[in-house]
């Protein structure tokens, strides 16, 4: 199932999309392409993804991780990237179809986190403007691969996902 990602308002005190404010989640000098660049892969980024996005707010926090799996053939068009939302693995609800993710040094989380592989949509313009300053990292190749494994088991071989890259 997809679920649409909430798309924000402007900030009405300042006129800015809430997405230009920058702040604690500049890149980090996380090394690797920019979005632009030929070559450039969504699979696996990390991205503190405001929370507005994911539908709601939530007093004390402004974000929650969100694991980018770019486009998936024939369910969007070219205005959209697909996500899942990630939360603390500690506490949270289990599911059948979740992905743990454990800090290290190129993910960039602080604890461990649990995705739900519930593709949301993305505006990829959004996307773009997130990797720009609140990019965290990327998953290293064994949850890459980890990743792949389960998009092919849950979504099937015509996603075209099946492999990492």
């Not at 090394?31 to 450039?40: A, I, K, N, W, Y």
């Not at 939530?58 to 369910?75: K, N, T, Y």
Request: glycine share 12%; with cysteine; proline share 8%.
């Amino acid at each position: 199932m997809l679920v649409d990602m909430v798309r924000p308002r402007h900030d009405s005190k300042h006129g800015v999309p809430p997405s230009s404010e920058g702040g604690k989640h500049r890149s980090r000098g996380v090394p690797g392409l920019s979005p632009d660049e030929p070559g450039f892969c969504w699979f696996g980024v990390l991205l503190a993804v405001p929370d507005k996005y994911w539908g709601f707010r939530a007093l004390g926090r402004s974000d929650h991780p969100g694991l980018m799996i770019g486009e998936i053939g024939g369910a969007g068009d070219s205005r959209h990237l697909f996500a899942f939302k990630g939360t603390h693995a500690e506490g949270a609800m289990r599911f059948y179809n979740q992905l743990l993710v454990a800090p290290d040094a190129e993910n960039g989380l602080t604890k461990e986190t649990v995705f739900l592989l519930e593709p949301r949509r993305l505006p990829r313009r959004a996307a773009l403007l997130m990797h720009a300053d609140r990019r965290m990292g990327r998953l290293c190749a064994e949850d890459e691969s980890r990743l792949a494994s389960e998009l092919l088991r849950i979504l099937g071989p015509d996603t075209g996902l099946g492999e990492a890259p």
